[in-house]
């Protein structure tokens, strides 16, 4: 069995077998029905096209995107040059 764990690199707890550090995030705002379709898609896309690979983590009502620390500023331009209005 195998668990995945998403914390801050020095929450990581000490018995943990692999692991990489140098992730950013950044939230979709807003609650996010389960009828909407293709955010998450959509933003993936303009951030593969400019060459940011993301991590995606969906939870009830919120959507995050990881992208490497050296990525995170490119792919907040890429997302406000897409129309995104980024905070």
Known sequence: MENSLVRETREVPDNTVDREDGWRAFRIQGTLDFSLTGVLSRISVILAENG?????????????IFTKSENYSGALKALERAGYTVD
């Open 52 to 64: 940011i690979g993301i991590f995606a983590v969906s939870t009830f009502d919120t959507d995050y």
